[in-house]
């Protein structure tokens, strides 16, 4: 399910976005999380890095709206932000913190419309690129194409990556689809491996840099076949 947050502090304009979301949903058979708040900073400091999407009002002169984006930045630099603005002169604010797009208030329906849709193009690339991990009270959006292995044990996963590991608790199921539709393997129950960073191996291991992975006699033949069919692609 999408995850959206609204930062608003107008009444009718959170009841006017609001309408609109559920209409979108009614129409397109689609589901969205959506959480309202009304103080970019208290917004601030309850975000976990979990929003697909956020709308954010921004009003000058104060510039609260950016300032808190920039520490939104901070915190996360790939979220979909999405300005809410009553002048289009302060939309080009929106540069200063990477945002993705702008909305004029009042917006009508058929234009907010077709912004959705390409909110939700854009996301859905980026999703399938990245993942979110909760680790020690941090929150880490790491590409997966930088994750090097990802270990299962007991009820976590442990995603390895060059220099830094990140533990989440979740089973090795929850994420295996997604993770083999971009290039991984399984080489055993625990393990799932990133094919472009595989340098060799044998009749029982797999070579990642430094790093030895055993192969499991199970998945030997299915690793082989992913692999070949992963660098017969590259060529």
């Known amino acids: 399910m999408i995850k959206i947050s609204?930062?608003?502090d107008?009444?009718?304009?959170?009841?006017?976005i609001r309408n609109y979301l559920a209409r979108y949903q009614e129409e397109n058979k689609v589901s969205f999380a959506v959480s309202y708040f009304k103080n970019g900073y208290d917004f601030i400091l309850q975000y976990k890095g979990d929003a697909s999407l956020i709308f954010r009002d921004v009003a000058r002169p104060e510039r609260n709206g950016i300032e808190a984006s920039k520490k939104l930045r901070e915190m996360?630099?790939?979220?979909?932000?999405?300005?809410l603005t009553e002048r289009v002169q302060y939309a080009v604010d929106g540069y200063e913190v990477n945002a993705y797009d702008f909305l004029i208030k009042p917006m009508d329906y058929e234009l907010f419309?077709?912004?959705?849709?390409?909110?939700?193009?854009?996301?859905?690339?980026?999703?399938?690129?990245?993942?979110?991990?909760?680790?020690?009270?941090?929150?880490?959006?790491?590409?997966?194409?930088?994750?090097?292995?990802v270990?299962?044990?007991?009820?976590?996963?442990?995603?390895?990556?060059?220099?830094?590991?990140y533990?989440?608790?979740?089973?090795?199921?929850?994420?295996?689809?997604?993770?083999?539709?971009?290039?991984?393997?399984?080489i055993n129950r625990?393990?799932?491996?990133?094919?472009?960073?595989?340098?060799?191996?044998?009749?029982?291991?797999?070579?990642?840099k430094t790093e030895v992975l055993p192969l499991s006699r199970v998945y030997k033949a299915s690793?082989?076949?992913?692999?070949?069919?992963?660098?017969?692609?590259k060529l």
Not at 167 to 186: A, L, N, P, T, V
């Open 76 to 83: 996360d630099k790939e979220v979909c932000l999405v300005f």
């Open 10 to 16: 107008q009444e009718k304009w959170i009841d006017l």
């Open 223 to 233: 690793f082989l076949n992913e692999l070949t069919q992963y660098f017969g692609e």
């Open 167 to 186: 533990r989440r608790r979740q089973s090795m199921d929850s994420i295996k689809d997604r993770f083999k539709g971009q290039g991984f393997s399984e």
């Open 6 to 8: 609204v930062v608003e």
């Open 190 to 208: 625990s393990l799932l491996v990133n094919l472009r960073f595989v340098d060799n191996f044998n009749n029982s291991e797999v070579f990642i």
């Open 113 to 149: 419309r077709i912004k959705r849709n390409k909110f939700l193009s854009h996301i859905g690339n980026k999703e399938e690129k990245s993942i979110v991990i909760n680790s020690s009270n941090e929150v880490h959006k790491v590409k997966i194409s930088d994750i090097r292995y």
């Open 151 to 165: 270990e299962s044990n007991k009820h976590y996963l442990y995603f390895h990556l060059e220099n830094s590991t």
